[in-house]
């Protein structure tokens, strides 16, 4: 890891813990163990390295959709290749790869408490938060169920309604055991989650 990368990683371990105000630049500087000036031969700004981090979590987010074979862009070919025939397992398996990603990914840990920490105290923080937790998992996801619907994988339904139904379950449990140690109990409940949806939703 390098000068700029031990910043961004130290940095996002501040933000996390003291908050994005709570932190100055010479803690980062302190932590990484340089003087700082130093930063500035990295980043203009406190408020740069905080991009830093948001691209490089962005980054992390499209590197795990090409693990899973999750499509980027939604059209008939690519959702026919990677939803038509998808079974209950292969559901909750790709659930829960994406689920522990969340959970346990070290950066993207750490940026959760940051940005619950944060939503109500810094309006740009919350607005990040916002856009990829919500505006942009529940767009993409409804885009992708409208296209299974219309293949007729899925039932007929509102498919914005549908992309709610199944985030929204496992949004609370990201945020109910985001600070506890009972994984499987977690996995359990993700597992009977996406099971009641699949009946619910997937055409027999």
Known sequence: MNTKERIVDEALTLFSVQGFKGTTVKNIADAVGIKDSSIYKHFK???????????QMKGRMEELSGTLGIPQDIDEDSVMTAYKDLSLQELQEISRKAFLFYLKDEFMSRFWRL??????????????????????????????????????????????VVAVNFYAPIYFLLSKYQEESDVEEALRMLDKQIEEFYHIYKKQ
């Open 115 to 160: 940005s619950q920490m944060e939503q109500y105290q810094n309006r740009e923080i919350y607005n990040i938060y916002r856009s990829i937790f919500f505006e942009q998992s529940i767009k993409y996801q409804t885009e992708l169920f409208a296209e299974m619907i219309r293949q007729g994988a899925f039932r007929e339904a509102d498919p914005e």
């Open 45 to 55: 700004s406190k408020q740069e390295i905080l991009d830093a981090i948001v691209d």
